[in-house]
């Protein structure tokens, strides 16, 4: 993977990850106080199927 490539996708996180607070802050907000609500297993089985779901993503797009 060359560089560019990876500051590139590093780029588009960002970006997404900035989309819901920016367009909804109060649903952002809600949301954000739920996660914190969940016990730390809950919280790596969600991690987990984040990275499973990305990782599934980038198989079928490759």
């Given at each position: 993977?060359?560089?560019?490539?990876?500051w590139s996708a590093l780029a588009l996180?960002?970006?997404l990850e900035g989309l819901l607070p920016f367009?909804?802050?109060g649903g952002w907000r809600?949301?954000?106080?739920?996660l914190m609500q969940?016990?730390?297993?809950?919280l790596r089985f969600f991690g987990l199927c984040c990275i499973l779901a990305?990782?599934?993503l980038l198989w079928l797009l490759g």
């Open positions: 993977m060359s560089t560019e490539v990876f996180v960002l970006v367009l909804s802050p809600r949301g954000f106080g739920q969940l016990r730390d297993g809950q990305g990782l599934a």
